[in-house]
């Protein structure tokens, strides 16, 4: 008796040096089970270590980007005995923040292509991005609040960093929705697309912000993701010794040679 595969959780493709995952579970408007985060992090460590993948763009199967936690999963940990809940949750969490730091820490661009609505942990995934390209359909919102719950997945960290502090506080507390509109204008979204150009139009801006040195674009990234936490003299210092890795890179070389001989490269 034959059976049908099971269909993967993350789709992941590379095209031409940009890779695209997309979260796989539409029917569920892609909420985020143990099994689907643990190929979450397979795929992302697959892309973080290709040095053939330029740039990443994160986007959702069908309607939505990402509904959040599952539900059915957080009915389980209910479920657990009283001694066992807080240990589980906080093996948990583990796994959440190592999920969204892979995509924060990835030494190349990452965008989101937010195609529909992203809920709590959804919302903060995309923001765990360098960029936000949002569909003309696509919503905001971290609901943690109505699940009596805070942000667990960066939310509270990335999100007062794009809209400041109060506006922070306000989305948080309240769990209310972000239109594409108002996300554009607040600074949650980098840009608005329609929904039907929505991945060409990541991918396109994929390519461009990847197409200079990969390793300075890795370092600058590193540097300016730490740079609101460290002090001018650190940023400095940081600075003094990526640049010195810069030196010794093929692509810094070979940067210098075409502009020192252009009639030279020409002719090549």
Not at 73 to 88: I, K, L, S, Y
Not at 128 to 156: H, N, T
Not at 184 to 201: F, V
Request: hydrophobic fraction near 45%; glycine fraction near 10%.
């Amino acid at each position: 008796m034959s059976h049908t595969p099971t269909p993967s959780l993350i789709d992941l493709k590379v095209d031409a040096g940009i890779a695209t995952l997309t979260l796989n579970r539409p029917d569920k408007r892609n909420a985020i089970t143990d099994a689907m985060r643990t190929e979450l992090i397979d795929a992302l460590e697959q892309v973080t270590a290709d040095g053939a993948i330029r740039a990443l763009v994160l986007t959702g199967a069908g309607k939505g980007f990402c509904a959040g936690g599952d539900v059915a999963g957080m009915q389980r940990r209910m479920d657990a005995r009283a001694g066992e809940v807080g240990f589980n949750g906080w093996t948990r969490q583990q796994r959440v923040h190592h999920s969204v730091a892979l995509l924060h820490t990835m030494p190349k661009p990452v965008i989101a292509a937010v195609n529909g609505g992203a809920n709590g942990l959804g919302a903060d995934m995309a923001l765990a991005c360098d960029f936000v390209v949002a569909s003309d359909e696509a919503s905001f919102a971290w609901s943690y609040i109505k699940r009596g719950l805070i942000p667990d997945g960066g939310g509270m960290y990335f999100l007062p960093r794009r809209v400041g502090l109060a506006r922070a506080k306000e989305l948080i507390f309240t769990g209310r929705k972000v239109e594409a509109a108002e996300a554009l204008t607040l600074g949650i979204a980098d840009r608005i697309s329609r929904a039907d150009a929505l991945l060409a139009e990541a991918q396109a801006w994929a390519r461009e912000l990847s197409q200079g040195s990969a390793p300075a674009l890795a370092l600058g990234k590193s540097i300016l993701n730490q740079s609101f936490e460290l002090s001018a003299e650190q940023v400095f210092a940081q600075g003094s010794q990526a640049q010195g890795i810069c030196y010794t890179t093929q692509q810094h070389r070979d940067a210098v040679m075409a502009f020192l001989n252009p009639t030279r490269e020409k002719a090549a």
